[in-house]
């Protein structure tokens, strides 16, 4: 029997459990029944999680979870792993995707913690996603308006908690921020801390 059941109080250990259990896994600790009394705001709060677990392991604070429409179940979840996996282009998205794998991603919403960047909003249009929920476009946005003229439908769902480990993050490692976005190169033209500009 899941430990998780339909009438369980939704609170932060509850999230937590959730966004740290292997996907494929969810089904032991959560009852079907469970999933339809999350909310945007709740799985919002997981995508956040799992962005707080990338910066605790010296990543960039980025993460994503994809829900089925219907069921609310979550199909897949992942977080930023530049770092961790020396690969640019494991992003949040792009890890909560390959996580899901073959499925039918029209059916799903995707959640992030940070707005996409430009591969990944590529991904997001390619994969068919009809809703990107974004909880952070006061560090990064861009890509939302392209998204909706793709026919994407874009909600902006702001997690204080999330903006504020992504402003200490770029704040204590403009070079690991900038190389996420644009590359080694592009963090290389950086001036190294504490330097004086010319």
Not at 110 to 139: E, H, K, W
Not at 185 to 197: D, H, I, N, R, W
């Amino acid at each position: 029997m899941p430990l998780i059941r339909p009438g369980q109080a939704i609170d932060e250990a509850v999230l937590s459990a959730i966004a740290h259990m292997p996907t494929r896994s969810l089904s032991v600790l959560v009852d079907d029944a469970f999933w339809p009394r999350l909310n945007d705001a709740d799985f919002m709060r997981i995508a956040v999680l799992l962005a707080r677990k990338s910066y605790s392991e010296g990543g960039c604070p980025i993460g994503a979870v994809i829900v089925e429409r219907g069921s609310h179940r979550i199909v897949g979840k992942g977080h930023n792993t530049l770092v961790q996996e020396n690969h640019p282009y494991n992003h949040g998205e792009t890890a909560a995707i390959r996580d899901a794998g073959r499925v039918d991603f029209s059916a799903t919403t995707l959640y992030t913690s940070l707005s996409p960047c430009d591969i990944c909003a590529s991904l997001i249009q390619m994969r068919g996603f009809p809703r990107v929920v974004v909880g952070d476009v006061s560090n990064a946005s861009g890509t939302e308006t392209r998204l909706r003229q793709q026919g994407v439908e874009v909600d902006v769902l702001e997690d204080a908690q999330g903006i504020a480990l992504y402003r200490r993050f770029r704040t204590e490692q403009p070079e690991l921020e900038l190389e996420d976005w644009r590359g080694r190169a592009a963090a290389g033209q950086l001036p190294a801390v504490g330097s004086k500009p010319d």
